[in-house]
Nanobody, 122 residues
Framework: VQLQASGGGLVQAGNSLKLSCVVSGGTFSRYHMAWYRRAPGNEREFVADISRGGGTNYRDSVKGRFTISRDDAKSTVSLQMNNLKPEDTAVYFC?????????????????WGQGTQVTVSS
């Protein structure tokens, strides 16, 4: 199974970006999916997840600004990021889990993408 993330870039604060992650080599509809990020000097942290059934969760700092979605026909999970802030600057990773229940920890994700850089200037 391979995850290919794309869509990162350099934007000014207040602007938007949309990240996409295409999954190949597996049955996408069976996976819970998530986005994590790692800012310079920090540990990787949860951003948002979406279950097989479409239920979503977000970290508090991105609620109301970010939207995670999935398209099972295209084996793709996306993260629409609006009103970006400098503190959103990080490498963003997509992840897939075969767990029965929606994972609560990073270690429960089985597959990871390579990451895409998002830089937000003030």
């Amino acid at each position: 199974v391979q995850l290919q993330a794309s869509g990162g870039g350099l934007v000014q604060a207040g602007n938007s970006l949309k990240l996409s992650c295409v999954v190949s080599g597996g049955t996408f509809s069976r996976y819970h999916m998530a986005w994590y990020r790692r800012a310079p000097g920090n540990e990787r942290e949860f951003v948002a997840d979406i279950s097989r059934g479409g239920g979503t969760n977000y970290r508090d700092s991105v609620k109301g600004r970010f939207t995670i979605s999935r398209d099972d026909a295209k084996s793709t999970v996306s993260l629409q990021m609006n009103n970006l802030k400098p503190e959103d600057t990080a490498v963003y990773f997509c992840a897939a889990s075969k767990e029965f229940r929606l994972p609560r920890r990073q270690s429960q994700y089985d597959y990871w993408g390579q990451g895409t850089q998002v830089t937000v200037s003030s």
